[in-house]
């Protein structure tokens, strides 16, 4: 299947105009006066750069831009791994705004430009473990979460982050099937999305975010099985109770809460103990999957007193 129209406004205008376009929006956006910047659409003319490279990324073979854009799960758009590269070209990401709310200080609507500024752009080389037991490495362009999260200052309540995907099946074709409960809905407990690990991202391999790797903005827990990466997201919620994900609704017994990588207890139909690495053949051997999918060390002391069999 091939990768429809990977190619944004942004990298296809020559750089000079592009950075002249963007001092121009930014000036207007001034005369207009500050409210007028926040709500004007950025999206478009984004750029990502100054990215800077992270001491926390993997040293990985990556896997290459094709495989990560044409093998993909992204139910909103169909079942198929390459349903989202033939479909998601019809996701409008512009304007987008995320939705802030619960037990913060004040509620915020912020778009995705805004985002970005509350920290250096970081590339997260990271491996992502799917729970059907196939595996890649992305690099990863994104803020740590914990950035947002202290801009919008938590209160004692929030116990857990909520996120909440956009649901329009005029444009996500798969939302007209209920193969899921519609929108995606996924969760983290607070100490887990305040970990320096988690991040969101808004591109990867330093380009913007292609629709089916979930433009303009997506989850990364790189220790927990990739459904946990919510794609596409509209809205975090900061909750007092443990939120129920479409994936719990959908199989309670097949996919818990927590989903950390973990060799050492099985998904009820298949082994999760080794993995197949995307772009590596069909007849290479599996390779070992590891606990926390290799951050034991960085992750361990969130869930020493767990039993991670009842709490999968
Ligand atoms: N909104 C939404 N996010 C989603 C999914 C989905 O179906 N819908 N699938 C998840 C699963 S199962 C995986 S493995 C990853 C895949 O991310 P990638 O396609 O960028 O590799 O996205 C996750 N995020
Ligand atoms: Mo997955």
């Given amino acids: 299947m091939s990768f429809k129209n990977p190619i944004r406004p942004s990298e296809i205008t020559p750089e000079h105009i592009y950075n002249d376009r963007r001092k121009f929006l930014k000036s207007i956006a001034i005369g207009l006066g500050a409210t007028a910047l926040s ?13 800077v490279d992270s001491d926390l990324s993997i040293g990985d073979k990556k896997t290459s831009f094709k495989d990560i854009t044409t093998y993909n799960n992204y139910y909103e758009f169909g079942t198929k791994k390459t349903d989202p590269s033939e479909y998601a070209d019809k996701l409008t990401t512009d304007p987008w705004s995320v939705s802030i709310d619960g037990a913060v200080k004040k509620n915020k609507v912020l778009s995705i430009d805004e985002i970005i500024k509350l920290s250096s752009l970081e590339e997260r080389i990271y491996r992502l473990r799917c729970v059907e037991g196939w595996s890649m490495v992305i690099p990863w362009v994104g803020i ?38 519609w929108p995606y809905v996924e969760g983290l407990r607070m100490d887990e999305a305040m970990h320096p690990l988690t ?6 391999y ?33 909750v007092e109770k443990m939120p129920e994900t479409s994936w719990m609704k959908a199989g309670p017994s097949e996919y818990g809460f927590y989903a950390n990588v973990n060799p050492k207890v099985d998904h009820p139909r298949w082994t999760q103990a080794t993995e197949r690495e995307i772009g590596k053949g069909l007849f290479a051997p599996r390779v070992k999957t590891k606990m926390f999918n290799g951050y034991e060390k960085e992750v361990g002391y969130m869930y020493k007193n767990m039993d991670l069999k009842k709490y999968f």
């Fill in 39 to 51: 709500s004007m659409a950025f999206a478009k003319v984004r750029s990502l750069d100054n990215i």
């Fill in 144 to 181: 740590p979460l914990r950035s947002l999260l202290k801009h919008v200052s938590p209160t004692n309540n929030a116990k857990f982050v909520k996120f909440t995907t956009l649901n329009r099946p005029s444009e996500m074709i798969g939302q007209r099937y209920k193969v899921l409960d």
């Fill in 199 to 204: 991040i969101l991202a808004v591109g990867l």
């Fill in 206 to 238: 330093g380009k913007v975010l292609p629709n089916q790797n979930g433009a303009p903005i997506r989850l990364v827990v790189p220790w927990k099985y990739g459904f946990k990466s919510t794609k596409a997201i509209t809205k975090i919620s900061l």
